[in-house]
């Protein structure tokens, strides 16, 4: 009698162990945030122009910060750039991935704004260039969270690999915001809701 207790309650830890080891691979692939993205037209990016098609966009695997962010190629061997981010908020979390875009003036492409991840309240909206973001604010009436147009080649560049003391880097690059009406302010005193 003792042994089928002890069958039991080991065949009841297996499956355990075997719930959790899957819980924990489901959680490995969310921990990116991978997203594929299809956009019928061209799209902008810190920095650049992406043509109408498809393109993967990830959060670097730092433990340091989950504010910079990668898009890739669809079949992610070509990487477009590495980009700064700051945590947009929304009081109920999507059901779906969710990307905003700017407005812009007729013809010019739309440019991204914020990327959202299902289940997640907090999403990235991109930092641009001083000068980029400025003429975003003014189009959208609303602040665009810029850093200085000199760090932003050195920041959105491409790189096979982010290392931890790169990730770091881009932690390090100042941070505002550009207003509507031109006027810079700190990146919180804007965003603060």
Same mark, same amino acid.
């Given at each position: /009698? ?19 080891? /899957? ?16 956009? $019928? ?16 966009? *990830?959060?670097?695997? $730092? ?9 890739? $190629? !669809? ?21 779906? %991935?969710?990307?905003?875009? !700017? !407005? ?8 991204? *704004? ?15 260039? *001083? ?15 810029? /850093?200085?147009?000199? /760090?932003?080649?050195? %920041?959105?560049?491409?790189? *096979? ?11 390090? %690059? ?14 919180? !005193?804007?965003?603060?809701?």
């Amino acid at each position: /009698m003792k042994r089928t207790y002890l069958k039991a309650a080991v065949f009841c830890l297996g499956i355990v162990a075997g719930a959790a080891l /899957m819980a924990v691979r489901a959680n490995a692939d969310e921990w990116n945030q991978k997203t594929v993205f299809t956009f $019928s037209g061209p799209v902008e990016i810190p920095g650049q122009v992406l043509d109408g098609g498809t393109y993967v966009f *990830k959060v670097v695997d $730092s433990d340091s910060d989950r504010n910079v962010v990668q898009v890739f $190629s !669809e079949d992610e061997n070509h990487l477009y750039g590495t980009f700064l981010t700051v945590p947009d908020y929304r009081l109920q979390p999507p059901g779906k %991935t969710i990307i905003n875009f !700017e !407005e812009r003036a007729a013809g010019d492409p739309e440019a991204v *704004k914020a990327w959202f991840y299902p289940g997640d309240n907090y999403g990235h909206d991109f930092v641009y260039p *001083k000068a980029k973001a400025a003429a975003l604010a003014k189009a959208n009436h609303q602040p665009v969270a810029s /850093m200085p147009d000199e /760090m932003a080649g050195k %920041t959105t560049r491409p790189a *096979k690999s982010m290392s931890e003391s790169s990730v770091t880097a881009l932690k390090r %690059t100042p941070l505002n915001a550009q207003k509507p009406t031109g006027e810079e302010v700190g990146v919180t !005193e804007a965003f603060t809701r």
